[in-house]
């Protein structure tokens, strides 16, 4: 009788089916997001047998949550403090949520707060407001009652900030009241922004009922065991520009910590008040090859799964010959992908119609 039952209740986490919550994840517009290829890459991966897996560059935490709904153990990393304060507020956190007082108490003005984002940022980024704003903001995060509920206030302000920034980098200085297109999100002030922000990553927090992790270290230097599976989703050295987070996304690289983490100090010469790159070896040619190789040889044992773009260095063909080296059985999974992403209207529409794959060794 009991095992009868078994078979006839619904599983918590259906195993092919695309799990319906993921749907409601914020699309962060972030360079090389994974977020319209979820569906698909929910397809392969249910193909795949792992409960435990590592997202080793996260980003905006998409492929993290969809792992997360598939009911996985899931360690979200990056090398940036932003978004593994994402993966801290969505992925690790398992049922803190803002509530209301906690938002009543981060927007009451603040009388011992500090003044550096507005003298920093007053005329090169938003308005004099919505830097008082963030200053004030960040005076009464520290007061908040756990380091879940601090990084989802960190996140709703890191996706107002991309909102309310006119094509989402903080590359060109300019405030947004100058774009009187009329478009909402530069419309509405950081404030605003930052009160729907946090009803929207307070819907998607949940219990998977594993314990998940976030952590931020260089992929070369993360710890190997206990992933059943390993997603990778580098920067790839790109065919023109370049392709360096810092550059487009310092301003929330350094809001993350109120610019007090190291390697956050301002370059004051800047004309964007930019904080210095950081150094990964899969945006150069020089020494692209040499780090794949090294990243498989670290997770041999793991099931690998490489996200690649048929934009980006090193070859289809070279990335699977280097992945053999380490994997017996090496698939690849194909598909168009058209990138909506800021600096691409600058270059030809053929460029960021891309054939996408997922590299799969096992
Ligand atoms: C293509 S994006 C990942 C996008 C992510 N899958 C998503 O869907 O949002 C690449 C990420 O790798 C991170 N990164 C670059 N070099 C790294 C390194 N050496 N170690 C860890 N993370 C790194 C960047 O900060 C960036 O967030």
Redesign the pocket.
């Known amino acids: 009788m009991s095992s009868l039952r078994t078979a006839v209740q619904p599983t918590l986490f259906e195993l092919d089916e695309y799990p319906e919550r993921v749907e409601a994840f914020p699309q962060l517009r972030?360079?090389?997001?994974?977020?319209r290829l979820l569906p698909w890459l929910h397809e392969v991966l249910a193909q795949l047998d792992f409960s435990s897996a590592l997202d080793?560059?996260?980003?905006?935490?998409?492929?993290s949550y969809l792992l997360k709904s598939m009911g996985k153990r899931v360690v979200a990393?990056?090398?940036?403090l932003f978004?593994s304060q994402i993966g801290l507020a969505v992925i690790e956190n398992p049922r803190y949520r803002l509530q209301q007082r906690h938002c009543e108490m981060l927007l009451c003005e603040n009388p011992s707060r500090d003044d550096f984002i507005e003298r920093t940022y007053s005329g090169v980024f938003f308005t004099d407001s919505d830097l008082r704003f963030l200053d004030n903001i960040w005076a009464n995060i520290p007061s908040l009652p756990t380091r879940y509920h601090r990084a989802l206030a960190i996140t709703a302000l890191i996706r107002s900030c991309v909102k309310r920034q006119p094509r989402g980098v903080f590359t060109v200085a300019g405030d947004p009241d100058r774009y009187k297109d009329g478009r909402r999100d530069l419309r509405l002030s950081l404030q605003e922004h930052f009160l729907e922000s946090v009803a929207v990553y307070n819907r998607v927090v949940f219990d998977n009922g594993e314990s998940n992790r976030s952590t931020q270290h260089?992929?070369?230097e993360i710890d190997v065991a206990g992933h059943d599976l390993v997603y990778m989703?580098?920067?790839y050295v790109p065919r023109a520009d370049d392709n360096c987070?810092i550059k487009r996304y310092h301003f929330l690289e350094g809001l993350a910590s109120y610019w007090q983490e190291p390697g956050t100090e301002i370059m004051h010469e800047t004309k964007v008040k930019k904080i210095p790159k950081r150094f990964?070896p899969?945006s150069y040619r020089r020494s692209a090859l040499e780090a794949f190789n090294a990243l498989f040889t670290r997770f041999r044992k793991s099931h690998l799964v490489l996200s690649y773009s048929s934009n980006g260095y090193p070859d289809l063909k070279t990335l699977i010959e280097i992945m053999r080296r380490h994997k017996r059985r090496v698939k690849v999974h194909e598909r168009d992908h058209r990138y909506h992403f800021g600096t691409h209207r600058n270059v030809k529409q053929s460029r960021a119609d891309v054939r996408e794959y997922l590299i799969v060794g096992e």
């Open positions: 972030y360079m090389g997001s994974k977020y080793v560059f996260s980003g905006s935490g998409c492929v990393n990056d090398f940036l978004p260089d992929a070369l989703d580098p920067p987070y990964t899969f």
